[in-house]
């Protein structure tokens, strides 16, 4: 022991490459499914049973499928093991609009189209400067340019209004888009001009304009019980959906505030909302709400199935919400304070922003969930896509056809969703790329 | 700024405080005067990161008075709000934020607290990065860099708000070993320039240094108060040798 050891001394070697890897379908094969004699015999059962089943389900939807027929006597007589799908196709227009007059259904089909409009700039990337303003244009102004076309009639002078900002709203986010896009163009440079040294006279010139296309634009009305279909159920997920998260924002603002009275407001609306079934606060929306509400201030029962639903989502993102903020580290509102920083700027600047982030598959499960969960509106009575695809069962010419509805409802929900879920997993893999490793961005 | 100050930038006179009924801080007074390069030592539970932050206004005393450049601390967020513009305050977790860049983590109290336009606050920001040796990094995110140069950055982001006084909590602590020393040149640094500041640290070759005031500190209170050699070399009360004993055995 007190004899020091020799020293060693090591001289520097050079990176070598990995060991050859074996790799390739046979291995793999090999390792996950026929690893053992056990186990090679559960996978080629269980393959046998997945092919049956996928064979059985291709053989019904698609090889013995009748797609032209004008009842479902005349499906079963040309193919009696096959799916009917003749009648979806005659059925398109109710289950996508509902019971919406035949002639008014551009309407429908403009303000969808203008949607996609305002949204566009949210996919391109050169254009993400304006993607906030997009967003927060979408939810307040959006709705004023959707009313009239989709409902029509006479509108007082704050609906006017709004359509003629809403207005304003688009063609100010074109112009920015256009002025980023093109800068060089004549197009762009006139777009710039409008935002930049000519906003003195394009702004009060361009209300007045939208408000005088406000004025003109008198569509007949178009009574909400005839909405329905996928346009119905997009309407009210849509509507669910802008509100919840800015709704539940507050909510959990309100219920960390320092206030006694806010802060068991909050609580009080959470744990109600959130210990309620949905189905029940439809029907109290429904039942209750008109019992509250001054006489002249009925609103319709699409209006009260909406209300019920943006209180129900709210509550429920609060509580999304206070997972993501409970993530944040102390030191982060400490620093804040340390700079001088307000609540508001604490919360705009530093909390949210990181505490969103955090949330964005808890956020957007809940919109799934609020997607799925609009079809309970049909309990109340409204026709959205679930209760037109039913009412395929109910017709005459197609009595007691409800298994293709259903699947085919199933498939559109599945599509809807799905696409959701890949959106926000992008959207997380872009920002954890940016802010965790940095690389690129 | 004002003027009553008599030189005194922190004047801390028989300060308590509690959590619930454990009694945190028990009688402390001490004064910084401008210029003076204060270190504070002592064990973990010792009080002296509760101390500091009341020195800011994050933690509220109850009892006894705290003078920031003449003006008193009170609850009152004006107050507070006037002395968090004088007092920049650096954390041991450094507390950046992740989701802003270097520049954005310094720019964004000139722009929203201060208001000034973007342009000339990234010209100050740049200044200060600079002088913290880390501007060449300003549009990276902090999870791109180092820890060393994570606290540099968090040091530039308070000396962009022109602290009159600043206070270090741990700034080295939380460092790999090779990255201490970054910090505490640029620590050291500010002293020559003669920044007032108050650190935490157990860096006793960082103290002798930089400092000129050693504060020990153990159970809430203050136990032992000099220069830094006189403290290290000759300590007074046995609290204060027990603890030099374990620190410097441990270097």
Not at chain 1, 75 to 88: D, F, V
Not at chain 1, 195 to 221: C, D, K, N, Y
């Amino acid at each position: 022991m007190d004899q020091p050891s020799p020293p060693r001394i090591f001289t520097p070697r050079s990176a070598e490459a990995p060991p050859e890897q074996v790799v390739g379908v046979q291995l793999w094969l090999r390792r996950n499914l026929f690893y053992s004699p056990g186990s090679t015999v559960f996978t080629l059962l269980a393959l046998t049973f997945t092919a049956m089943i996928v064979w059985s389900f291709v053989d019904w939807a698609f090889v013995k499928a009748v797609w032209v027929a004008d009842s479902r006597k005349e499906c079963q007589l040309t193919s009696p093991g096959g799916a009917c799908w003749a009648a979806i196709i005659e059925w398109r227009k109710g289950i996508v609009y509902g019971r919406y007059p035949v002639e008014h259904l551009w309407r429908v089909n403009l303000t969808f189209g203008c949607l996609a409009l305002w949204l566009w700039p949210m996919a391109v990337p050169r254009l993400a400067a304006l993607r906030p303003y997009v967003l927060v244009t979408t939810v307040l102004l959006f709705p004023f340019f959707a009313l009239p076309f989709l409902s029509g009639g006479a509108r007082g002078l704050v609906g006017q209004a709004g359509f003629a900002l809403s207005l304003m709203g688009l063609v100010a986010l074109w112009s920015a888009a256009l002025a980023a896009l093109w800068p060089r163009s004549g197009a762009g440079r006139r777009a710039a001009w409008v935002l930049g040294e000519g906003r003195r006279i394009a702004l009060p010139l361009g209300f007045v304009l939208a408000f005088a296309i406000s004025w003109q634009l008198a569509l007949p009305h178009v009574s909400t019980n005839l909405w329905g279909g996928l346009f119905l159920t997009l309407v009210i997920a849509g509507v669910g959906i802008s509100a919840a998260l800015p709704g539940g924002v507050l909510l959990e603002l309100a219920r960390r505030s320092q206030m006694p009275l806010i802060r068991y407001t909050a609580i009080v609306f959470i744990e109600v909302f959130r210990s309620v079934p949905l189905i029940t606060v439809l029907f109290m929306a429904v039942t209750l709400m008109p019992l509250f509400l001054p006489v002249s201030w009925q609103l319709d029962k699409l209006m009260q199935a909406i209300i019920g639903i943006c209180l129900f989502s709210s509550a429920y993102m609060a509580e999304n919400v206070r997972a993501g903020l409970q993530a944040l580290p102390r030191g982060q509102y400490e620093a804040a304070e340390a700079l001088g920083l307000g609540y508001w700027q604490t919360m705009g600047f530093i909390i949210l922003p990181q505490g969103l982030r955090l949330m964005i598959p808890n956020i957007v499960g809940a919109f799934i969930d609020m997607l799925r969960d609009t079809t309970l509106v049909s309990i109340i009575g409204l026709y959205d896509f679930l209760l037109m695809l039913r009412a395929i069962g109910h017709d005459h010419t197609w009595l007691g056809l409800y298994v293709e509805p259903l699947v085919f409802g199933g498939l559109v929900f599945f599509v809807l969703c799905y696409a959701m879920s890949r959106a926000s997993a992008r959207l997380e893999r872009k920002l954890s790329r940016r802010w965790d490793k940095g690389g690129g961005a | 700024m004002t003027t009553d100050t008599d030189g005194k930038m922190i004047d801390v006179r028989d300060m308590c405080k509690w959590y619930g009924g454990f009694h945190a801080l028990k009688h402390i007074s001490f004064t910084v005067e401008r210029g003076d390069r204060v270190v504070i030592c002592g064990a973990s539970g010792s009080g002296k990161s509760t101390l500091l932050r009341c020195l800011n206004g994050i933690e509220k005393h109850q009892r006894g008075s705290i003078r920031i450049c003449g003006i008193t601390l009170t609850d009152k967020p004006a107050d507070i709000n006037a002395i968090l513009g004088r007092v920049g305050m650096v954390f041991q977790d450094f507390n950046l934020f992740p989701h802003l860049t270097v520049l954005e983590n310094c720019t964004l109290a000139l722009i929203e607290v201060q208001g000034l336009p973007r342009a000339e606050a990234n010209e100050l920001a740049m200044v200060q990065l600079s002088r913290v040796r880390i501007d060449d990094q300003a549009d990276k995110y902090p999870g791109q860099l180092s820890g060393g140069q994570q606290q540099r950055v968090a040091i530039a982001r308070a000396l962009c708000l022109k602290p009159e006084v600043m206070l270090f909590d741990e700034p080295t602590s939380a460092l790999d070993p090779e990255m201490v020393s970054e910090v505490l040149d640029v620590i050291t640094d500010l002293a020559a320039d003669g920044m007032t500041m108050v650190v935490l640290t157990h860096e006793m070759g960082f103290a002798r240094q930089a400092a000129n005031r050693v504060i020990y500190m153990d159970g809430g209170e203050i136990v032992e108060e000099a220069d830094p050699d006189s403290l290290f070399d000759a300590p007074q009360v046995d609290r204060t040798r027990a603890f030099l004993s374990h620190i410097l055995l441990h270097d």
